[in-house]
Antibody, heavy 121, light 113 residues
Framework: EVQLLGSGGDLVQPGGSLRLSCAAS????????MSWVRQAPGKGLEWVSS????????HSADSVQGRFTISRDNSKNTLYLQMNSLRAEDTAVYYC??????????????WGQGTTVTVSS | DIVMTQSPDSLAVSLGERATINCKSS????????????LAWYQQKPGQPPKLLIY???TRESGVPDRFSGSGSGTDFTLTISSLQAEDVAVYYC?????????FGQGTRLEIK
């Protein structure tokens, strides 16, 4: 079964840091780009960042550029999101997602269950 | 950035009736080299991650009931549920994956009348 298991969400103070992880199973992780998408409480979906299958190319939303870094370890089948200089507006459920074909310019057919990040003092 | 605008924001439809959700992109998401529209539709129920329903604007994802269909091209798209079932109550999102940043519509809440 294809599965994504996100973890690492927590309550953190403004200005703090957090690293999210997403463990993949049931598919050849190293063959697929991966993305993070977030959803603030009661709000819609917002794309955060994407990384190519090999990890050599990344893209991020302007709202997180320079603060968040997406990375992956294909030997561990794991996707990461390093989040620095966190702000209250980063409070959201963070989903990792897999495209239905190899690169990120595709629809997202598998989603993690979500991990919750709360930024508050 | 490509802005995705859905209409209506909310919709109430009787069981067994047709539900139609529209999505308009601020620029074309049709890639001329392969004639594909880089447009997807998702369903999200409370407390769950989004579920892919439709991709390439009109291709139904495996396992999605055939009462769900997608249509449109260029900048104007439609998700149609031909006969609404109780389990279809959810929020629906369109998404363009034509260019970075990937963008979603604001969502349409579908309820039973």
């Amino acid at each position: 079964e294809v599965q994504l298991l996100g973890s690492g969400g927590d309550l953190v103070q403004p200005g703090g840091s957090l690293r999210l992880s997403c463990a993949a199973s049931g598919f050849t992780f190293s063959s697929y780009a991966m993305s993070w998408v977030r959803q603030a409480p009661g709000k819609g979906l917002e794309w955060v960042s994407s990384i190519s299958a090999g990890g050599d190319s990344t893209h991020s939303a302007d709202s997180v550029q320079g603060r968040f870094t997406i990375s992956r370890d294909n030997s561990k089948n794991t996707l990461y999101l390093q989040m620095n200089s966190l702000r209250a507006e980063d409070t959201a459920v963070y989903y990792c997602a897999k495209p239905n074909y190899s690169n990120y310019k595709n629809a997202m057919d598998v989603w993690g269950q979500g991990t919750t990040v709360t930024v508050s003092s | 950035d490509i802005v995705m605008t859905q209409s209506p924001d909310s919709l109430a439809v009787s069981l067994g009736e047709r539900a139609t959700i529209n999505c308009k992109s601020s620029q074309s998401v049709l890639y001329s080299s392969n004639s594909k529209n880089y447009l997807a539709w998702y369903q999200q129920k409370p407390g769950q991650p989004p579920k892919l329903l439709i991709y390439w604007a009109s291709t139904r994802e495996s396992g999605v009931p055939d009462r769900f269909s997608g249509s449109g091209s260029g900048t104007d798209f439609t998700l149609t549920i031909s006969s609404l079932q109780a389990e279809d109550v959810a929020v629906y999102y369109c998404q363009q994956y034509y260019s970075i940043p990937i963008t979603f519509g604001q969502g349409t809440r579908l309820e039973i009348k």
